[in-house]
């Protein structure tokens, strides 16, 4: 695990953005579940100040798309600094929607500098999973199985969408296929990020809190009309 490699891009971080803590602990991932991730911290431990580093040894090579992943996630670490001050649930719902754009758009302000880097691809991409992640299952859910509703690609769509519109970069997109009653609050959060540069956490509590009891309620409604159909 070439840790030299990601503190030389820890201080590039802290010139170029933010000062963060020291990386107390690299941890490498086994998990073959996140054997796909290049590298996260744990929201819950950056709230009791534990900086650990969990890596896929994958990130080593030296990149301008793996300084992009690493500055995402250096981006929770100096978001989680800002809002240790909430109580505990609070500051989860903040950290799942806020600092996954303030960390996608950090990002993409990296990628923009790839030359070639297929921007529209991953638009589309991202785009096409959202779509699917929040599209109903012709069955009930199966336990064990993933049930969906990854709501953390909006998130990464709409910070890399404020990136773009930042440096004149032309992005189209629409949640038209995103099926209701998700579509009207997909377009009520991302209006509201992209319309402002300057952010009210209650606000941003509220529009996360209500996506939540929207996922729970439509997962119940879902699995309660198979159960009634075959009684």
């Known amino acids: ?4 490699y990601i503190e030389k891009i820890r201080d590039e971080y802290i010139e170029k953005y933010y000062s ?11 998990d073959i579940d996140n054997m796909e991730i290049a590298g996260y911290f ?3 431990e950056l709230y009791k100040k534990e900086y650990n580093f969990y890596i896929n040894t994958k990130i080593v090579e030296e990149s301008n798309y793996n300084k992009a992943i690493l500055f995402h996630e250096f981006t929770h670490v100096y978001d989680s600094t800002q809002l240790l001050d909430y109580e505990y649930d609070k500051y989860r719902y903040i950290m799942q929607s806020y600092s996954e754009v303030h ?3 950090i990002e993409m302000d990296i990628l923009t500098t790839i030359e070639k880097f ?13 779509v699917c992640e929040f599209t109903l299952p012709g069955g009930p859910f199966i336990k064990g199985h993933s049930t969906g509703f990854n709501y953390r690609l909006l998130y990464y769509l709409i910070g890399y969408i404020k990136t773009l519109k930042y440096n004149n970069i032309n992005c189209e997109y629409s949640f038209k296929r995103v099926p209701d009653p998700f579509r009207g609050q997909f ?8 319309n402002n540069d300057e952010y009210d956490n209650e606000i941003i509590f509220a529009h996360q809190y209500k996506l939540d009891e929207t996922i729970r309620q439509t997962k119940y409604n879902h699995q309660m009309k198979f159960f009634n159909d075959s009684k």
Do not use: C, G, V
């Open 187 to 194: 377009e009520e959060i991302s209006d509201y990020y992209l």
């Open 1 to 4: 695990m070439n840790t030299n």
């Open 118 to 130: 297929p921007i529209e691809f991953l638009m589309n991409q991202y785009l096409n999973d959202l």
């Open 20 to 30: 963060i803590p020291i990386i107390q602990k690299y941890i490498e991932i086994t």
């Open 103 to 105: 960390a996608a758009e």
């Open 42 to 44: 744990n929201a819950d």
